[in-house]
């Protein structure tokens, strides 16, 4: 992270809520981050004003400073765009499934063949490698030494199966595949060095004759801010269902996967980092945002603090229950919270046939709660602190100002000892003894 960055998240106040200027300053930061990454301006311009609304907006959390309360916005965001959840590969319900790949020359996308069915392969698959780039000498040969490293078939062209022809090559390698039950097929195709009507149009009738289930978009990540126009050019001339970053082994930052990923709205499934076979895993948006911005120290912070808060929220209850501390207001607390289960309730009412249990759930709650409150109520602040004080006349005394009956005040005296006790004991790292149940 730059050190201004940094800097700029030092000089935030430490706790409250954002101020504009605050946020400006930040995401002034950022910005500049996110440029040093490489991520088209375009792009950083869509995101930092994202950033901002969301910033300044009500949607803060508690536990964190304001500079900490900017940088989890930020890495959500990237989260986001990057595709948030990681998206899986589609299978065909009839086999085999088509994946094509696509890229300009030396993206890497014979490399990525082999990688893809090897990982398939160990995944219980059975792929099969399909030459359909025919427009280098060697990339036949090529794609056949690979799919020998993964311990794969590779379909070439001979005579009789469609020399000269990709589109012909790929059909006839489906029909073959079905023939001779595999379940996937890769389809290597020509790239160029740049952008090129000729290739586009031989790998869009590709996609046209054999309607892959993925089209995989192969990109360099190195390419820094030529990715935007590079993955333009290829969702117009072919399109693709998802993009994979190679040569993120590189000392790119990323910032093409930022780019990419927002301008074509496809999400990157892959990565691939390195020249070997299983120099390949799956794409994980979260460690790429925290590359992007180089932020792994400062979310390792942010969940610190995060932690410490929750912590610190559940120590102060258990220190009440483990010193005594704990009241019958804490207790009347304590059921009052339980009216903010609303959607506890609304999930229940969901199930079918759940209506009659949800009114049920709602009288006994609201039945109970005002109950609880009504004998709370009539107690003395001292009784309240100290149940111990309540004698056979206190109780008769508080059971006629609340209107409740002396039953009902021993009931609810017992059940809060109860859970007093059993929540000191849980405090003190014991196992608790629930009568006529033994240890839980
Ligand atoms: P294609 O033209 O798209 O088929 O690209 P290739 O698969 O032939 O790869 C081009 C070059 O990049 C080869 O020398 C590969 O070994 C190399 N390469 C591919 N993927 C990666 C990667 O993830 N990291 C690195 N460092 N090199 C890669
Ligand atoms: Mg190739």
Redesign the pocket.
Same mark, same amino acid.
């Given at each position: 992270l730059s050190d201004r960055l940094t800097e700029s998240l030092k000089n935030l106040r430490t706790k409250g809520k954002l101020s504009a200027s605050d946020v400006d300053g930040t995401v002034r930061e950022i910005r500049r981050a996110l440029l040093e990454a490489d991520v088209s301006l375009d792009v950083v311009k869509k995101f930092t004003a994202a950033v901002r609304e969301r910033a300044l907006s009500d949607d803060v959390n508690r536990a964190l400073n304001p500079a900490q309360q900017v940088v989890q916005i930020v890495n959500e965001e990237l989260i986001e765009i990057l595709g948030g959840q990681q998206r899986r590969l589609e299978f065909a319900k009839n086999p085999p499934t088509v994946i094509m790949?696509a890229?300009?020359? !030396?993206? !890497?996308?014979?490399?990525?063949?082999g990688k893809l069915a090897k990982w398939l392969k160990k995944d219980g698959h059975t792929p099969m490698l399909v030459a359909a780039?025919l427009q280098r000498p060697n990339?036949v040969t090529?794609l056949q030494v690979v799919g020998e490293q993964a311990g794969v078939t590779t379909y070439a062209p001979e005579p009789g199966n469609g020399v000269g022809d990709p589109v012909k090559v790929a059909k006839n390698a489906i029909d073959e595949a079905r023939r001779r039950q595999f379940d996937t097929v890769i389809i290597?195709t020509a !790239?160029r060095l740049g952008v090129d009507a000729e290739l586009m149009k031989q790998a869009a009738d590709i996609r046209k004759a054999t309607n892959p289930d993925e089209v995989l978009f192969?990109i360099?990540a190195m390419i820094g801010q030529d990715a935007v126009a590079t993955a333009k050019a290829f969702q117009d001339g072919v399109d693709f269902t998802g993009v994979v970053l190679?040569?993120?082994?590189?000392d790119a930052r990323g910032g093409a996967a930022l780019s990419v990923a927002s301008v074509t709205g496809r999400p990157i499934m892959f990565a691939?980092? !390195?020249?070997g076979l299983d120099?390949?895993e799956p794409f994980y948006p979260d460690r790429m945002a925290s590359r992007i911005l180089d932020l792994g120290d400062i979310l390792t912070l942010i969940e610190q603090a995060q932690e410490a808060f929750d912590e610190e929220e559940a120590r102060q209850v258990a220190e009440k229950f483990a010193t005594d501390s704990f009241t019958l207001d804490d207790f009347l607390k304590q059921m009052q919270q339980l009216r903010n289960m609303g959607s506890i309730k609304k999930m229940i009412g969901m199930l079918p046939g759940a209506g009659a249990m949800r009114q049920q759930l709602d009288d006994f709650d609201e039945r109970e709660i005002v109950r609880t409150e009504a004998i709370i109520q009539s107690m003395t602040p001292a009784e309240r602190r100290t149940p111990k004080l309540l004698n056979g006349s206190r109780r008769l005394r508080i059971a006629k100002g609340s209107g409740m009956t002396v039953t009902d005040v021993n009931q609810l005296v017992t059940r809060f000892e109860q859970a007093a006790k059993m929540m000191k004991t849980v405090a003190k790292g014991g196992v608790p003894q629930v009568p006529g149940m033994g240890p839980i």
């Amino acid at each position: 992270l730059s050190d201004r960055l940094t800097e700029s998240l030092k000089n935030l106040r430490t706790k409250g809520k954002l101020s504009a200027s605050d946020v400006d300053g930040t995401v002034r930061e950022i910005r500049r981050a996110l440029l040093e990454a490489d991520v088209s301006l375009d792009v950083v311009k869509k995101f930092t004003a994202a950033v901002r609304e969301r910033a300044l907006s009500d949607d803060v959390n508690r536990a964190l400073n304001p500079a900490q309360q900017v940088v989890q916005i930020v890495n959500e965001e990237l989260i986001e765009i990057l595709g948030g959840q990681q998206r899986r590969l589609e299978f065909a319900k009839n086999p085999p499934t088509v994946i094509m790949l696509a890229g300009l020359q !030396g993206a !890497g996308k014979t490399t990525l063949a082999g990688k893809l069915a090897k990982w398939l392969k160990k995944d219980g698959h059975t792929p099969m490698l399909v030459a359909a780039d025919l427009q280098r000498p060697n990339a036949v040969t090529q794609l056949q030494v690979v799919g020998e490293q993964a311990g794969v078939t590779t379909y070439a062209p001979e005579p009789g199966n469609g020399v000269g022809d990709p589109v012909k090559v790929a059909k006839n390698a489906i029909d073959e595949a079905r023939r001779r039950q595999f379940d996937t097929v890769i389809i290597d195709t020509a !790239g160029r060095l740049g952008v090129d009507a000729e290739l586009m149009k031989q790998a869009a009738d590709i996609r046209k004759a054999t309607n892959p289930d993925e089209v995989l978009f192969v990109i360099d990540a190195m390419i820094g801010q030529d990715a935007v126009a590079t993955a333009k050019a290829f969702q117009d001339g072919v399109d693709f269902t998802g993009v994979v970053l190679s040569k993120l082994d590189g000392d790119a930052r990323g910032g093409a996967a930022l780019s990419v990923a927002s301008v074509t709205g496809r999400p990157i499934m892959f990565a691939s980092t !390195g020249e070997g076979l299983d120099d390949f895993e799956p794409f994980y948006p979260d460690r790429m945002a925290s590359r992007i911005l180089d932020l792994g120290d400062i979310l390792t912070l942010i969940e610190q603090a995060q932690e410490a808060f929750d912590e610190e929220e559940a120590r102060q209850v258990a220190e009440k229950f483990a010193t005594d501390s704990f009241t019958l207001d804490d207790f009347l607390k304590q059921m009052q919270q339980l009216r903010n289960m609303g959607s506890i309730k609304k999930m229940i009412g969901m199930l079918p046939g759940a209506g009659a249990m949800r009114q049920q759930l709602d009288d006994f709650d609201e039945r109970e709660i005002v109950r609880t409150e009504a004998i709370i109520q009539s107690m003395t602040p001292a009784e309240r602190r100290t149940p111990k004080l309540l004698n056979g006349s206190r109780r008769l005394r508080i059971a006629k100002g609340s209107g409740m009956t002396v039953t009902d005040v021993n009931q609810l005296v017992t059940r809060f000892e109860q859970a007093a006790k059993m929540m000191k004991t849980v405090a003190k790292g014991g196992v608790p003894q629930v009568p006529g149940m033994g240890p839980i």
